[in-house]
């Protein structure tokens, strides 16, 4: 059960039915004038119903599954001028790369290096200040700032996985392997399924890193699954879990070199990788026996599930929890364009530097190759051609209360989407935290 309660991408919204407090956008009728027309809900005995709980359905264009309130005017939907974030965007792909200056393509493997050894030199100072006064006092202090250097180091060897580290494969490879293996995160099987969810952000079914369940496979989880997977602490530490198993619904490991995620052609990488993660299992091992197993849970054991909670944080939130219902594509309606720009930026305020601004998040999915040293000036380059379409973050406070806020909010009410449609949005089950459920 726990490889359907905790996958870590596979914490995805679902139940539940959600009603619109305005009208969205309109959207067109069919190509010969004729006046957009509702489908009624299965299971409904009457044609007569509000207008806020329609299914939309249009001839000749889009196949939306969501609720929705329309105000019509002899029967047509009146457009209120309002942003529609699932209408196809009037730019390229091309026009953002054109607005990006040229400068932030370029890769300074001297910068990144400088990355990793001002990250090293900081875990090996906190776990050296942390053992001499082997106090009370400093050890939660030293959990919080080495967890939140270990998911510094990550979002380093994230950079390997992409490219953008440096221009030399082998270097990247080499240094991907020694940040990720020490956390222990297997490189080569983590950069694969990681490429598949760029490839594919944005996809219902495709998308591998916290897609959506849908109303199915929500529904045929038990009522003690679906309230672990959408009740903190739980679904933050759920990463672990999802690299041995996946998410609900995708079977496979990031350990097996036959996974289903893998090409045969790159069964060597997952096994060097595999080897490298159970050489650290080893170290650790040795560790504890060295030091004691003890000492070793409050030196590694406590900041790597820290940094757990960071990672499954940050990805969540890249994906959850606008304001605003973001749209998931299915069918001819998705592209990697419109998967993306339902991506979103985040502010972390003094820890933005301290995780090399990943929370930069939109630019870093449409152009995975940019350094993370210029994702911010690539950003600004860019917002006039996204206009509407990217998202300005909230800034947030010295403790990051208004993003503990909204990863609370979605947990409560993004919890799938509908089994059809190619454009859908995240439903409510409201019977989730109540007292009778029902599978």
């Not at 080495?146 to 950079?159: I, N």
């Not at 930069?360 to 190759?369: G, S, Y």
């Not at 799938?416 to 995240?426: A, K, L, P, R």
Request: a neutral charge; hydrophobic letters at 40%; aromatic letters at 14%.
């Amino acid at each position: 059960m726990a490889s359907w309660v905790l996958s870590e991408c596979g914490l995805r919204s679902l139940p539940g039915i959600r009603f619109y407090s305005k009208p969205r956008p309109s959207f067109p009728s069919d190509t010969n004038n004729n006046v957009l027309k509702f489908k009624t809900l299965p299971g409904s005995s009457s044609s007569k119903f509000p207008t806020w709980f329609k299914r939309r359905s249009f001839v000749g264009s889009l196949n939306v599954s969501a609720p929705l309130e329309v105000e019509s005017i002899n029967g047509v939907e009146e457009d209120d001028g309002e942003f529609d974030p699932a209408a196809p965007p009037p730019f390229k792909l091309a026009d953002i790369r054109a607005a990006i200056p040229k400068h932030c393509w370029v890769k300074d493997p001297w910068r990144s290096m400088n990355y990793v050894l001002r990250d090293v030199v900081v875990v090996f100072g906190l776990a050296a200040v942390a053992a001499y006064f082997n106090n009370w006092l400093v050890w939660p202090l030293y959990w919080i700032a080495q967890g939140t250097m270990f998911w510094a180091l990550f979002v380093l060897g994230h950079d390997c996985g992409h490219g953008s580290f440096s221009n030399n494969t082998a270097l990247n490879s080499v240094a991907g392997h020694l940040l990720h293996s020490s956390i222990l995160v297997p490189y080569h099987g983590w950069r694969i399924s990681h490429r598949t969810h760029h490839q594919n952000h944005g996809h219902v079914e495709n998308d591998e890193s916290w897609h959506p369940l849908s109303e199915k496979i929500y529904k045929s989880l038990d009522n003690a699954t679906r309230l672990l997977r959408f009740t903190l602490p739980f679904p933050m530490l759920a990463y672990p879990i999802y690299l041995w198993s996946r998410s609900p619904g995708k079977s496979g490991s990031h350990f097996h070199p036959e996974s289903d995620l893998f090409a045969p052609n790159e069964r060597t990488d997952i096994i060097t990788s595999t080897a490298c993660w159970a050489a650290m299992v080893g170290l650790l091992v040795y560790l504890s026996f060295a030091m004691g197993p003890i000492q070793l849970l409050k030196l590694y054991g406590i900041p790597y599930w820290l940094f757990v909670m960071w990672l499954d944080l940050v990805t969540y939130l890249h994906h959850h929890g606008h304001d605003e219902k973001l749209p998931w594509y299915r069918g001819k309606e998705w592209s990697y364009l419109r998967g993306g720009l339902t991506t979103l930026d985040r502010d972390y305020g003094w820890i933005n530097n301290i995780h090399h601004d990943i929370g930069t998040h939109v630019i870093h999915h449409l152009f995975p190759q940019i350094p993370h040293y210029h994702l911010i000036e690539a950003t600004e380059a860019a917002k006039p051609v996204l206009g509407k379409y990217y998202r300005e973050p909230q800034k947030s406070g010295p403790f990051l209360f208004y993003l503990f806020g909204v990863l609370v909010r979605s947990m409560k009410k993004d919890h799938y989407v509908s089994d059809t449609g190619d454009v859908v949005f995240y439903q409510t089950d409201p019977q989730l935290y109540g007292a009778n459920k029902s599978d």
